[in-house]
């Protein structure tokens, strides 16, 4: 699972400077799903156009993991920015781009057999990179 992740990182990085930053983006195991794992996303940019973004993350996904990893992801979860839960990670684990794994833990309620959590942040500056301007 550690190589699907490492691709998924890559895939977050260019979604973000694309469309703008992610408050989650982690992958789950499910205890009632013990072989296939969630890819849960929350963003401003997400929550104003599920359907759209839902496309754009699902394409994306579909581009950077061949078909024996993708039977690894059961799907794709789109989490309000507003959802408590997402408050509960953001308050514990601050992550960037990277990768933070954890086992066996509860968050907010919610049991997590075990998680690598991509990007989690409170930050709310949401617009995507922009390239630097130089003057002539």
């Known amino acids: 699972m550690k190589e699907i992740v490492e691709k998924l990182v890559r895939a977050e990085q260019e979604m973000a400077a694309e469309k703008g930053a992610f408050l989650l983006f982690a992958v789950f195991l499910r205890e009632d799903a013990p072989d296939v794992w969630d890819l849960i996303v929350a963003s401003p940019w997400v929550a104003e156009d ?16 061949d078909a024996s990893e993708l039977v690894k992801l059961s799907r794709i979860v789109l989490i309000e920015p507003d959802n408590p839960a997402l408050a509960a ?48």
């Not at 599920?50 to 950077?64: E, F, M, N």
């Not at 781009?97 to 500056?125: C, P």
């Open 50 to 65: 599920k359907p759209g973004s839902l496309r754009y993350i699902s394409d994306k996904v579909r581009s950077i993991l």
């Open 89 to 136: 990670f953001q308050q514990a684990i601050h992550v960037e781009h990277r990768i933070a794994e954890f086992k066996d833990s509860v968050f907010s309620g919610l049991r997590i057999k075990h998680a690598y959590l991509i990007t989690s942040r409170q930050d709310t500056n949401t617009e995507p990179s922009k390239p630097a301007t130089h003057p002539k």
